[in-house]
Nanobody, 128 residues
Framework: QVTLVESGGGSVQAGGSLRLSCTYS????????VGWYRQAPGKRCELLSR???????YYKDSVKDRFTISHGHAENTVYLQMDTLEPEDTAVYYC??????????????????????WGQGTQVTVST
């Protein structure tokens, strides 16, 4: 059974930083990509970043100069380092495993993306 657990969310002021962690089980990072999505109130669920099993990284344009995805030293952990946070980054952030190898960049809600396995989400709030 695949499980993913996010942590590290919280409230920060604009310009601050947070590091989100995703700890997973039930699959190996040797053959499964892991990524981070977010959904803000009234907005679509959007893929922010993805890291492949061999360490290649992909970013949405709006975050590529501020966010960094990485594998942790432990094989079952992925991080999302978020710097220079903006109020527009306020959202629930979800870790996802691309166990079907299909990548969906955007969806009305994250629940709609049945191709992935999902964590429960962690709230990030950025204030001015």
């Amino acid at each position: 059974q695949v499980t993913l657990v996010e942590s590290g969310g919280g409230s920060v002021q604009a310009g601050g930083s947070l590091r989100l962690s995703c700890t997973y089980s039930g699959f190996s990072h040797d053959d499964t990509d892991v990524g981070w999505y977010r959904q803000a109130p009234g907005k679509r669920c959007e893929l922010l970043s993805r890291i492949t099993s061999d360490g290649k990284t992909y970013y949405k344009d709006s975050v590529k100069d501020r966010f960094t995805i990485s594998h942790g030293h432990a094989e079952n952990t992925v991080y999302l380092q978020m710097d220079t946070l903006e109020p527009e980054d306020t959202a629930v952030y979800y870790c996802a495993a691309f166990t079907s190898h299909i990548v969906v960049a955007s969806s009305a809600t994250c629940d709609d993306v049945s191709y992935n396995d999902w964590g429960q989400g962690t709230q990030v709030t950025v204030s001015t």
